[in-house]
């Protein structure tokens, strides 16, 4: 009786759905469909081009008819539609297919779609689609296809689909953000239902009961939402058709309070079609049953990876012969490896890394002769790597780091022809690096021997490795000189050879690597004059010399004056420019040096006394008896490369007519940026403090000043001069052609996501740009300094896209790692005292507490614009509207559900034109590094130097990626683009 109710009941919730009447006409279909017209558009010359122009309406593109000239499909699938879906549709009543998918249709779905009682498939999937899926869809008897995958919907599946659509064979509402339990309720049945995918919503509660009603479900895919409850052990057991089972990234737990994983295992044993297990990232505990090894013998993959399951890998896993993919990693598990593993002949991938398994390697594994990938890091591992591994001519990649192995490093692992990464780091390796293994090819990756007791020299047959693009042998007791013959490996990007006994020069080739980004060979006993062909490489970025015995003098110009003293230190023989090191001086220049300390103190007050007075520029005029000599204080780096105008209070006037409103650019807290035009030409940005703070806006003017004079970086604005009186305070500051960050992310009238006309590349030259700009002020700066309010609007672009940080009102000085200066500047972040640092949205917790400025608390700051530019999602919409952080609105889907966090992203389409391969794997590493860096733990947080490094780390992925042509692939179930 309960279920006769239920049509009755949705009619009344719908307000009584138009229901199309037998007399209708061909007429009234034409009709329907010119009012589908009105509400939606495409390109010109695209699917509309012949609608509405003669009255064959059985002609227009994507409408089909039957014999009566009545519509009976309408398909217009992947056509570019934008606008709604008209509720007139309602009125085909002979439509049997309705295929809308895979366009940019908005809106929510029609509630009238559930009078089209003919109607037997219905695909708007791949939309923009919003609001609850209609109750009256219920009503469709007839409907055995429903796809609204892609979509933004949201609210509760309704019943009616589970409980009246009994034709229904597929049903996918995946990707979306349905929340609820699912309502399959035991009385319900759909006894034809084949497909069933619901992943990547917000869907809670247990696995319903009642799936085992359709016994006729080949593919059940519930993956990356938050059910909870026990496996059950009484549902797929009566799926005896069963080929595709996704249960990962859930709160599922196993029987008996998490601890045995039996009874739901047991229950696939009758699931003898069962090809592709997953259930990682449940945090399931217990052990692996010991019958693990008599699931279906037709099963291909197994993934348990990121749970919390213990004891040994049962023996009789073995049996599993068809097996191609194993992913165990990441659990408890303990014991050894076992040998019998190698009758799993098909295998493909094995990942076994990041648990607690001891003893030696078995033999055996070198007997699977399709294993590609072998990962074992991250265990306990002994013993000798086995030198059966050159039987597996099909090896890859080869990752056996962070373990405790021993002995020498097998020579037999050069006939690994086809091997592209090897990771060997973090072991207790000794003895030479063979020679074979060191003229591997085929590496094209990367070549990690870091971290062991290796020694002897460097092989020459280094040099063979032509398509390597990173070598890592530092931290071992390699000794020698560093063969020319090393300048062979002409793809290389990144070397790093410190912490050796290396001795001699560095050869001129090895300098000139026409792609070498990372250089570093500190630690050693290196010695002559650092190359000319260092200072004037143009992919050099990083660079470290330190602790050697080089001499002679560090460059002025190209990429070694950009490095920091800690690259230098710990080379007594090595003096030039860059602050921290020892300077060149001649005698002529040391005799005069008592008159230039002179001239230096009486520049200094000069300054400061006409900067009290009068409109003057904010860096010293050189004296004239110093001619072109530059000044330097133990404090301060050269605040200047040339003479800046003195500018009075009418030229600045002049430059922006009157601080008129028309020129006005940007407003904050402490004032308004004008644009203008100097005398000469220069188009400049004005800065005009607000008289009316007071004392706290002559603080932040004093401040800004004072950062800005003591900083000198690429990814820093640049100050031309300052003007002040007694009662104005303005900087004037190069104007940055492409505005700020904040802008071109939410350009004016724009009410999508964030993101504006920005591509990937851009966002990630302008991440990299800021992460160098706040890594050069808190590690490398003359002056350490915490800008306190890192946000996009602080960020300007200049005509090439380079991202330069600005306002520095509220930033803090830096002394021996603790904030230091002025009276307020040691003061804690307040919000009652009003110097809260930073903006909503952008604030570390820490602040609100009271907690004083840290170089921490920017960190937080950066990885909020960092999770920004990759969502589209402004922090306070996030805040004010769902009452989360952007950090933990970015954790309820990461990592389960990495389609929502990046649905709203304009780069998106961008990035799915151009290489969303590419781009797919930075965004994921992107993501995980803005969460790390606004974790809420100070403590916990990376530096920015660190997050420099990573950042450097993802761009030469990119290039390698580039490089290769991309031809790396994923699945259409892998990647989120495709979502």
């Given at each position: 009786?309960?279920?006769?109710l239920i049509?009755?009941?949705?009619i009344?919730h719908?307000g009584?759905?138009?229901?199309?009447?037998a007399s209708?006409?061909p007429?009234d279909?034409?009709?329907?469909?010119?009012?589908f017209?009105s509400?939606?558009?495409a390109e010109?010359?695209?699917?509309?081009?012949?609608?509405?122009?003669?009255?064959?309406?059985?002609?227009?593109t994507?409408v089909?008819?039957?014999?009566?000239?009545r519509?009976?499909?309408?398909v217009l699938?992947?056509?570019g539609?934008?606008?709604?879906?008209?509720?007139?549709?309602?009125?085909?009543?002979?439509?049997?297919?309705?295929?809308?998918s895979?366009n940019a249709?908005?809106?929510?779905?029609?509630?009238?779609l559930?009078?089209?009682?003919m109607?037997t498939?219905l695909?708007?999937a791949?939309n923009?689609l919003e609001?609850a899926?209609p109750?009256g869809?219920?009503?469709?008897?007839?409907?055995?296809?429903?796809?609204?995958?892609?979509?933004?919907?949201s609210?509760?599946i309704?019943?009616t689909?589970?409980?009246?659509?009994s034709?229904?064979q597929?049903l996918?509402?995946?990707n979306?953000?349905l929340a609820g339990?699912?309502?399959?309720?035991?009385?319900?049945?759909l006894p034809?239902l084949r497909?069933?995918?619901?992943?990547?919503?917000?869907?809670s509660?247990?696995?319903?009961?009642a799936?085992?009603?359709?016994?006729m479900?080949e593919?059940?895919d519930f993956e990356?939402?938050?059910l909870?409850?026990e496996?059950p052990?009484r549902v797929?057991?009566?799926?005896?058709?069963?080929q595709y089972?996704y249960?990962?990234?859930n709160?599922?737990?196993s029987?008996?309070?998490?601890t045995?994983l039996d009874?739901f295992f047991r229950?696939?044993?009758n699931?003898?079609?069962?090809?592709e297990?997953e259930?990682a990232?449940n945090?399931?505990?217990?052990r692996?049953p010991?019958?693990a090894g008599e699931?279906?013998r037709?099963?291909r993959?197994?993934?348990?990876e990121?749970?919390?399951?213990?004891g040994s890998?049962p023996?009789?896993?073995?049996?599993?012969?068809?097996l191609?993919?194993l992913?165990?990693?990441?659990?408890l598990l303990?014991?050894?490896i076992?040998p019998d593993?190698?009758h799993m002949q098909?295998?493909e991938r094995l990942y076994?890394?990041n648990?607690?398994l001891?003893?030696?390697i078995?033999?055996s594994i070198?007997?699977i002769?399709?294993?590609g990938?072998?990962d074992?890091?991250g265990?306990r591992l002994?013993?000798?790597?086995?030198d059966t591994?050159?039987?597996?001519?099909?090896?890859?990649r080869l990752?056996l780091?962070h373990?405790?192995?021993s002995g020498?490093?097998p020579?037999?692992l050069?006939?690994?022809l086809?091997l592209e990464i090897?990771d060997?780091?973090y072991?207790g390796?000794?003895g030479?690096?063979?020679a074979?293994?060191?003229a591997?090819?085929?590496?094209?990756?990367y070549l990690?021997?870091?971290?062991?007791?290796?020694?002897g020299?460097?092989p020459?047959?280094?040099?063979?490795m032509?398509m390597?693009?990173a070598?890592?042998?530092?931290?071992?007791?390699?000794?020698?000189t560093?063969?020319?013959q090393?300048?062979?490996?002409i793809?290389l990007?990144?070397l790093?050879?410190?912490g050796?006994a290396?001795?001699?020069?560095?050869?001129?080739?090895?300098?000139?690597?026409p792609f070498?980004?990372v250089?570093?060979?500190?630690?050693?006993?290196?010695?002559?004059?650092?190359?000319?062909s260092?200072r004037v490489?143009?992919?050099?970025?990083e660079?470290?010399f330190?602790y050697?015995n080089f001499?002679?003098?560090v460059p002025?110009?190209g990429?070694?004056?950009?490095?920091s003293?800690?690259?230098?230190?710990?080379n007594?023989?090595?003096?030039g420019?860059v602050?921290?090191i020892?300077r060149?001086?001649?005698?002529?220049?040391?005799?005069?040096r008592?008159?230039?300390?002179?001239a230096?103190?009486?520049?200094v007050?000069?300054?400061?006394m006409?900067g009290a007075?009068?409109?003057?520029?904010m860096?010293t005029?050189r004296a004239?008896?110093?001619?072109?000599?530059?000044?330097?204080?133990a404090d301060?780096?050269d605040?200047?490369e040339?003479e800046h105008p003195?500018?009075?209070?009418r030229?600045?006037?002049?430059?922006t007519?009157?601080?008129?409103?028309e020129?006005?650019?940007?407003?904050?807290?402490f004032g308004?940026?004008?644009?203008?035009?100097l005398r000469?030409g220069?188009r400049?940005?004005?800065k005009?403090l607000?008289p009316?703070g007071?004392?706290e806006?002559s603080g932040s003017?004093?401040?800004?000043?004072?950062v800005?004079?003591?900083?000198?970086?690429?990814?820093?604005v640049?100050?031309i001069?300052?003007c002040?009186?007694?009662?104005?305070?303005?900087?004037v500051?190069?104007?940055m052609p492409?505005?700020s960050?904040d802008g071109?992310?939410?350009?004016p009238?724009d009410?999508?996501g964030g993101g504006?006309g920005?591509?990937?590349?851009?966002?990630?030259?302008i991440?990299?740009?800021i992460?160098?700009g706040?890594?050069y002020l808190?590690?490398?700066?003359?002056v350490r300094?915490?800008?306190c309010d890192?946000?996009?609007s602080?960020?300007?672009?200049?005509?090439?896209m380079?991202a330069?940080?600005s306002?520095?009102?509220?930033?803090?000085?830096?002394?021996?790692g603790?904030?230091s200066?002025?009276?307020?500047?040691s003061a804690?972040?307040?919000?009652?005292?009003?110097?809260l640092?930073?903006s909503v949205g952008?604030?570390?917790?820490?602040?609100g507490?009271?907690?004083h400025?840290s170089?921490?608390?920017d960190?937080?700051s950066f990885?909020v614009?960092?999770?920004?530019?990759?969502?589209?999602?402004?922090p306070?919409?996030v805040i004010?509207?769902?009452g989360?952080?952007l950090h933990?609105?970015?954790r309820?889907?990461?990592?389960?559900d990495v389609?929502?966090?990046v649905?709203h992203?304009?780069?998106?389409e961008r990035?799915?034109?151009?290489?969303?391969?590419a781009?797919q794997?930075?965004v994921?590493?992107l993501?995980?590094?803005?969460?790390v860096c606004?974790?809420h733990?100070p403590?916990l947080r990376?530096?920015?130097?660190?997050v420099c490094?990573e950042?450097t780390?993802?761009k030469?992925?990119?290039a390698?990626?580039?490089a290769?042509?991309?031809?790396?692939?994923?699945?259409t179930?892998d990647?989120?683009f495709?979502n």
């Amino acid at each position: 009786m309960a279920n006769l109710l239920i049509p009755i009941i949705i009619i009344l919730h719908v307000g009584l759905v138009p229901i199309a009447v037998a007399s209708a006409v061909p007429g009234d279909d034409r009709s329907a469909l010119l009012a589908f017209l009105s509400n939606v558009s495409a390109e010109p010359g695209g699917a509309f081009a012949d609608w509405g122009r003669s009255p064959e309406f059985c002609n227009w593109t994507g409408v089909m008819c039957g014999r009566r000239r009545r519509v009976t499909q309408l398909v217009l699938s992947g056509k570019g539609l934008c606008g709604a879906i008209a509720p007139a549709l309602g009125r085909l009543s002979f439509l049997t297919v309705l295929d809308l998918s895979s366009n940019a249709l908005s809106g929510a779905i029609p509630p009238e779609l559930g009078a089209l009682s003919m109607l037997t498939q219905l695909s708007l999937a791949n939309n923009l689609l919003e609001g609850a899926v209609p109750a009256g869809l219920g009503l469709l008897r007839k409907l055995y296809f429903l796809d609204l995958s892609g979509n933004r919907l949201s609210g509760r599946i309704p019943g009616t689909l589970f409980c009246n659509c009994s034709a229904l064979q597929y049903l996918d509402l995946a990707n979306n953000s349905l929340a609820g339990d699912i309502p399959y309720a035991d009385e319900c049945r759909l006894p034809s239902l084949r497909y069933l995918l619901l992943w990547s919503n917000d869907l809670s509660g247990p696995i319903p009961p009642a799936l085992a009603n359709s016994s006729m479900l080949e593919w059940v895919d519930f993956e990356s939402n938050y059910l909870a409850g026990e496996l059950p052990s009484r549902v797929f057991d009566r799926l005896p058709r069963l080929q595709y089972l996704y249960l990962s990234y859930n709160n599922l737990s196993s029987h008996d309070g998490n601890t045995d994983l039996d009874p739901f295992f047991r229950s696939l044993r009758n699931c003898t079609h069962l090809q592709e297990l997953e259930l990682a990232g449940n945090d399931l505990g217990g052990r692996l049953p010991p019958f693990a090894g008599e699931l279906p013998r037709g099963l291909r993959q197994l993934h348990l990876e990121d749970n919390a399951i213990s004891g040994s890998i049962p023996p009789n896993i073995s049996s599993l012969v068809n097996l191609t993919y194993l992913n165990l990693s990441n659990n408890l598990l303990n014991g050894s490896i076992p040998p019998d593993m190698s009758h799993m002949q098909r295998l493909e991938r094995l990942y076994l890394s990041n648990n607690l398994l001891s003893g030696e390697i078995p033999k055996s594994i070198g007997e699977i002769p399709h294993l590609g990938l072998v990962d074992f890091s991250g265990n306990r591992l002994t013993g000798a790597i086995p030198d059966t591994f050159s039987n597996l001519t099909q090896l890859r990649r080869l990752m056996l780091h962070h373990n405790q192995l021993s002995g020498a490093i097998p020579p037999s692992l050069g006939d690994c022809l086809n091997l592209e990464i090897l990771d060997l780091s973090y072991n207790g390796l000794e003895g030479p690096i063979p020679a074979y293994v060191a003229a591997l090819s085929s590496l094209k990756l990367y070549l990690n021997l870091s971290n062991n007791h290796l020694e002897g020299p460097l092989p020459l047959e280094l040099s063979k490795m032509d398509m390597i693009l990173a070598l890592d042998l530092s931290a071992n007791k390699i000794a020698g000189t560093i063969p020319s013959q090393l300048g062979s490996c002409i793809a290389l990007e990144y070397l790093n050879l410190s912490g050796n006994a290396l001795r001699g020069a560095l050869p001129a080739s090895v300098a000139a690597l026409p792609f070498l980004q990372v250089l570093d060979v500190s630690r050693n006993a290196l010695s002559g004059p650092l190359l000319e062909s260092l200072r004037v490489s143009t992919s050099l970025q990083e660079a470290n010399f330190s602790y050697n015995n080089f001499t002679g003098v560090v460059p002025r110009a190209g990429v070694l004056a950009n490095l920091s003293a800690e690259a230098f230190r710990g080379n007594p023989g090595l003096c030039g420019d860059v602050p921290g090191i020892a300077r060149c001086q001649t005698k002529r220049e040391r005799r005069r040096r008592p008159l230039v300390s002179a001239a230096v103190g009486i520049v200094v007050a000069v300054s400061f006394m006409l900067g009290a007075v009068g409109c003057r520029s904010m860096v010293t005029a050189r004296a004239k008896r110093t001619g072109r000599q530059s000044v330097r204080l133990a404090d301060v780096e050269d605040q200047a490369e040339r003479e800046h105008p003195r500018i009075s209070y009418r030229e600045l006037c002049e430059a922006t007519g009157g601080f008129v409103q028309e020129g006005l650019i940007g407003a904050g807290r402490f004032g308004r940026v004008y644009e203008g035009t100097l005398r000469h030409g220069a188009r400049v940005a004005v800065k005009v403090l607000d008289p009316k703070g007071g004392g706290e806006v002559s603080g932040s003017f004093k401040r800004e000043c004072e950062v800005l004079k003591r900083t000198r970086h690429k990814n820093l604005v640049r100050v031309i001069t300052t003007c002040s009186t007694a009662s104005f305070n303005a900087l004037v500051l190069p104007l940055m052609p492409k505005g700020s960050l904040d802008g071109l992310l939410y350009p004016p009238g724009d009410n999508g996501g964030g993101g504006g006309g920005l591509s990937f590349c851009q966002i990630m030259g302008i991440v990299s740009d800021i992460a160098e700009g706040m890594a050069y002020l808190h590690h490398y700066a003359p002056v350490r300094v915490v800008h306190c309010d890192l946000k996009p609007s602080n960020v300007l672009l200049d005509e090439g896209m380079r991202a330069v940080i600005s306002d520095f009102g509220i930033a803090r000085l830096v002394a021996g790692g603790e904030v230091s200066g002025t009276s307020d500047e040691s003061a804690p972040c307040n919000s009652i005292t009003g110097l809260l640092q930073g903006s909503v949205g952008y604030i570390a917790p820490e602040y609100g507490l009271g907690g004083h400025p840290s170089t921490q608390g920017d960190v937080y700051s950066f990885g909020v614009m960092l999770l920004e530019l990759i969502t589209g999602k402004r922090p306070t919409d996030v805040i004010f509207q769902e009452g989360l952080t952007l950090h933990d609105w970015v954790r309820r889907h990461y990592p389960h559900d990495v389609a929502a966090v990046v649905a709203h992203a304009p780069w998106r389409e961008r990035a799915l034109q151009s290489s969303p391969e590419a781009a797919q794997v930075a965004v994921v590493e992107l993501i995980e590094l803005g969460l790390v860096c606004t974790q809420h733990s100070p403590a916990l947080r990376p530096t920015m130097a660190d997050v420099c490094h990573e950042i450097t780390l993802l761009k030469e992925d990119l290039a390698r990626h580039d490089a290769a042509g991309g031809r790396r692939s994923f699945s259409t179930k892998d990647s989120f683009f495709s979502n």
